[in-house]
């Protein structure tokens, strides 16, 4: 037919071990998941449950014992090729809070090696696209969550990745906000991308999520559809 098929996960995590200091503590134990394409998974944890480290451990931050696969492939220490595989938005921004919305989507592109044509016309269209026009030239300082969330957003689609993680980026928003920016990952996953949010709360509008992840202290507690979720629990107790 010509169709090409997913039939393997986006991402495929497999027994990945975590420690902190000298092997004693380990924070994440055996942590193992699959994301397919066109999935919109939440991975929710309590606050210390190691969501956090799993999310830098996919954006390569963080050593790891196991195996981390995009597409099938495994780019273990590459962390440009992973962020062309995978846009991140971290809970922190880091951004400059002195410097213009415009001026932080430009220098933040360059250095990911966009060239400078791109960046102007990817920054007129994405703009515009997330409601952002009239911000151009405002201060980070001035901007709402929201809208520091957006430019992350924006800056971590550039290379138009087949994933999008996003790190407790419902946090601290409105409701109405957490549906906005909710509408907006709706529109941008599709049938060849994933959308995956970290989160301490599975209350978070769990209606627009159709898998997940469990972590407890750190180990898959489940994994799989959320209406499998209920089912397994009933089964466990």
């Known amino acids: ?84 595989v995978c846009g991140f938005v971290s809970y922190e921004h880091e951004f400059d809070l002195f410097s213009t919305m415009e001026e932080v989507i430009h220098t933040k592109l360059q250095l990911m090696g966009v060239e400078e044509s791109t960046i102007r016309n990817y920054m007129s269209l994405k703009l515009k696209a997330f409601g952002l026009e009239e911000k151009r030239k405002s201060f980070i300082i001035d901007l709402t969550l929201l809208e520091i969330r957006k430019v992350q957003l924006l800056i971590a689609l550039i290379f138009d990745p087949n994933i999008l993680a996003l790190d407790q980026s419902l946090l601290g928003l409105q409701d109405t906000e957490k549906i906005e920016l909710l509408d907006l990952l709706i529109k941008y996953k599709d049938s060849e991308r994933s959308v995956i949010l970290f989160s301490h709360d599975l209350t978070d509008l769990p209606s627009y999520f159709n898998s997940c992840t469990l972590l407890i202290e750190g180990r898959t507690y489940y994994s799989g559809s959320m209406e499998n979720l209920l089912l397994e629990s009933k089964n466990r107790y």
Do not use: M, R, W
């Open 1 to 84: 037919s010509g169709v090409f098929e997913y039939n393997f996960p986006a991402l495929e995590i497999n027994n990945l071990t975590k420690y902190y200091g000298n092997k004693n503590i380990a924070t994440l134990v055996n942590v193992s998941l699959k994301v397919f394409f066109g999935d919109f998974h939440i991975v929710v944890g309590a606050y210390s449950s190691g969501k956090t480290t799993l999310f830098n451990c996919i954006a390569g931050k963080e050593e790891y014992e196991g195996e981390i696969l995009f597409n099938s492939q495994n780019y273990k220490g590459d962390i440009l090729k992973i962020n062309k």
